[in-house]
């Protein structure tokens, strides 16, 4: 029992080191899926308790464990919290950019194009692209197959090719995501 | 704004956005969570909380939750429920339960929109004869179901909205529950286009699929060779201009156009199982299906617009059953289910004791038709008209067991009128 009990403790001490650590990092992906901070906090919080439950087992390499929750958990709250979402239609006029801000309005122009995928590709975006994970990572994080990864990306990679966003901003240059 | 370098770059400054300091609560609220989630599998509720459907009175059996999906079995009234089902062979993955206490005859569940697509299966156990459960989604028949113990087959519904599931006549030993299922991203077997988003089955109402085609991404045209005789031969499109106005398609075979129409953004994943169409040529031998994307209807002139989805596939088309001069389908697919042709009968027929869902269709006489149904306990229903004319003929109802029903072809007036009722129960397995 006494064992038991101090083998908790030391849980305990490892989990809060983890998420000193490593939660902040994970918020960024969190905000990145739900390009909300609140929400964002909310998601990353709830992965984490989530996580504490299975710590025992995760806890020489928790971090895919809790990316995976985080991702799964995102898709499930999706469905409950934030299903009235809607991407906007209507789009900003364009504002006439200089050359130092239009690195950033283009960049915001992407991102918020990113934030209108689906929340799989969304997913698979933010997983391959800013977590730099591999396919099979990506993969095993989604718990589905390469091959889903791969055409996810597909399907995401083509639907911002033809974002209205970015279409206005193609008209102005050359090439494409490629 | 061009290369995923550029997609990267975008990534990293959004993330840029979020404080670099730790949320000085969050330790607190993780800590928080962890008692509330701790309290809740104490008390046995853990599966409640996370569910995606609110259950309203009755017991929730367990519902994925977080980590690894256990093995234990699913049970609701008293059936083991798969976690997983295929239906029209595409997987879809258990989402949620609910039954009723004994006796109690009664389950709701509300299902928010999820964006995939959902399917149910109702189990009922101790429901007595003459008894039925209907289930109603947003208050409009889905299915009845008898008992007197019985899971019945899983079969597709809308993404959202209030499952009620009612006894009528049970006992206190009757239970009933419902599972509900949701789509995974993997498709049926078949073949797919490159981004794995839509896929023509290897067979579809029990065609085999002898050829098919995609266009590869940025292709406007696509072809494959089939061999035999075309009327054995159906052929399916897709086109998904994924957005793009002023998208037309044209299918051709064997340099005769087919079919041509406007494509649209749609989200088909199941092209082959929205219909087909047959060549009307008689010629054997081998056979060039071509697709192509193009700025007019029928247009001949092959024109490429970026991002959409152009697909093909020709299946074999198994001999029909004649009935009063019209080849009809021995099987046909409706509402997830195969169904197999039961009866060919005359202008009236009554069905009594059914012990599962039958889908009804016509052959009109020369002069057209009409389908009444005649419910014991219900409203009468007519079917939509249909000209008479060769080989015409329609698939339109499903009526449920639980009920007696008396079914005639009648005129505009109401009137007898000639013609023959096709009667389809649902396949086994």
Redesign the interface.
């Known amino acids: 029992m006494t064992a038991e009990r101090g083998s908790r403790v030391s849980d305990r001490a490892d989990f809060d080191e983890f998420v000193g650590s490593r939660s902040q990092a994970l918020l960024r992906t969190a905000y990145l899926l739900t390009r909300d901070h609140a929400l964002a906090e909310d998601l990353l919080q709830t992965a984490l308790s989530k996580a504490w439950f299975s710590w025992s087992r995760i806890e020489s390499r928790p971090e895919p464990y809790v990316r995976k929750i985080l991702v799964n958990t995102y898709a499930s709250w999706w469905r409950r919290r934030w299903n009235g979402e809607r991407p906007s239609h209507d789009l900003p006029d364009s504002p006439v950019r200089d050359d130092a801000t239009a690195t950033a309005a283009e960049r915001h122009d992407l991102a918020a194009a990113i934030g209108r995928l689906p929340k799989r590709q969304r997913a698979v975006v933010v997983l391959r692209y800013f977590e730099d994970l591999s396919e099979a990572e990506t993969a095993a994080t989604l718990g589905c197959s390469t091959g889903t990864v791969k055409s996810q990306l597909s399907k995401a990679l083509g639907k911002l090719r033809i974002d209205p966003a970015l279409a206005e901003e193609r008209n102005e240059q050359t090439g494409e995501l490629r | ?4 370098d ?10 840029a ?2 404080a ?4 000085p609560a ?2 607190a ?2 800590q928080g ?2 008692r ?2 701790r309290r809740r ?1 104490q008390a046995g509720l853990a599966a409640a909380a ?1 569910a ?1 459907a609110a259950v309203v009175g009755f017991g929730v059996l367990p519902a994925l939750d ?2 690894p999906a256990p093995n234990d079995e699913l049970e609701v009234a008293g059936h083991v429920v798969p976690r997983e089902v295929r239906i029209l062979d595409f997987p879809y993955r258990f989402e949620t339960s609910a039954e009723s206490e004994p006796g109690e005859g009664h389950v709701e569940l509300d299902l ?4 995939a697509a959902r399917a149910v299966t109702v189990a009922v156990d101790d429901l007595p004869p003459g008894s039925t459960a209907a289930l109603r989604l947003d208050g409009v028949l889905l299915a009845r179901v008898v008992g007197p113990s019985r899971l019945d087959d899983p079969f597709p519904i809308g993404d959202d909205g209030t499952l009620t599931l009612t006894v009528t006549g049970g006992s206190g030993d009757t239970r009933v529950g419902l599972a509900t299922y949701e789509r ?3 498709l049926a077997p078949g073949l ?1 286009d ?4 839509v896929v023509f089955r290897d067979r579809v109402a029990g065609k085999p699929r002898l050829g098919a085609v995609f266009a590869r ?1 940025g292709a406007a045209e696509a072809s494959f060779t089939v061999t035999g005789r075309l009327t054995d031969i159906d052929v399916a499109r897709h086109c998904d201009s ?3 106005p002023g998208v037309y398609f044209v299918m051709s075979i064997d340099d005769g156009a087919t079919e041509s129409g406007r494509c649209r953004d749609v989200d088909d994943e199941d092209p082959a199982g929205g219909g087909y169409v047959s060549s009307g040529g008689t010629e054997s031998g081998r056979h060039e299906v071509r697709i192509w994307t193009t700025d007019r209807l029928y247009g001949e002139e092959v024109v490429a617009f ?2 959409t989805v152009l697909g093909a596939a020709a299946y074999g088309s198994s001999a029909g059953t004649v009935v009063r001069g019209a080849e009809v389908p021995e099987v046909i697919e409706r509402d997830g289910r195969l169904w197999q042709l039961e009866d060919a009968v005359g202008r009236r027929h009554r069905l009594d004791d059914l012990d599962g869902p039958r889908v009804l269709g016509m052959v009109p006489g020369p002069d057209g038709a009409w389908l009444e149904i005649r419910e014991d306990l219900g409203p009468v229903r007519t079917s939509d008209g249909l000209a008479g004319g060769a080989g015409a003929h329609a698939i339109n109802d499903v009526v449920w067991p639980g009920r007696s029903y008396e079914l005639s072809l009648v005129d505009v007036d109401g009137d007898p009128a000639a013609g023959a009722i096709l009667v389809y129960r649902p396949m086994q397995g």
Do not use: K, Q
Not at chain 2, 6 to 15: E, F, G, S
Not at chain 2, 20 to 23: A, C, F, L, T, Y
Not at chain 2, 194 to 197: A, L, Q
């Open positions: 704004m061009n290369t995923i550029d997609l990267r770059a975008a990534l990293a400054a959004d993330a956005t979020v670099h300091d730790e949320h969050r330790a609220g993780v969570r962890i509330t989630r599998r996370a995606v977080d980590g928010p929109a999820s964006g995974t991203a993997d797919a490159t981004s794995g988003t991404p994924n957005g793009a970026p991002g």
